[in-house]
């Protein structure tokens, strides 16, 4: 089992700043790739970005240019950067990695951002 543990969410106004946190651990070999989702209210849970072992990011369409995810595989940890935040942001985080085709996730972060 890979456990996840996510950090920094919080509230904050329109056009700010946050910067979330994620570190797993146990049986951490092997897990590839890093990721973030978010999941608004009433909404389904969707990929916001994600980072190979390899360096290679993907973005959705919503936060490219607002958002930057950076990962360290030899920690084991992963990190979103989020800018230019609208209330359109505000959704619950998780952290997500896959290890030998099997899905791990933490348990979330709110991340509140106010008009």
């Known amino acids: 089992q890979v456990q996840l543990v996510e950090s920094g969410g919080g509230l904050v106004q329109a056009g700010g700043s946050l910067r979330l946190s994620c570190a797993a651990s146990?049986?951490?070999?092997?897990?590839?790739?890093m990721a973030w989702y978010r999941q608004a209210p009433g909404e389904q849970r969707n990929v916001v970005a994600n980072?190979?072992?390899?360096?290679?990011?993907n973005y959705a369409d919503s936060v490219k240019g607002r958002f930057t995810i950076s990962g360290d595989y030899a920690k084991n940890t992963v990190s979103l950067q989020m800018d230019s935040l609208t209330p359109e942001d505000t959704a619950v985080y998780y952290c997500?990695?896959?290890?030998?085709?099997?899905?791990?996730w933490g348990k979330g972060t709110l991340v509140t951002v106010s008009s």
């Open positions: 997500h990695v896959v290890r030998y085709g099997v899905n791990y």
């Open positions: 146990r049986n951490t070999f092997g897990i590839t790739p």
């Open positions: 980072i190979t072992a390899g360096g290679t990011t």
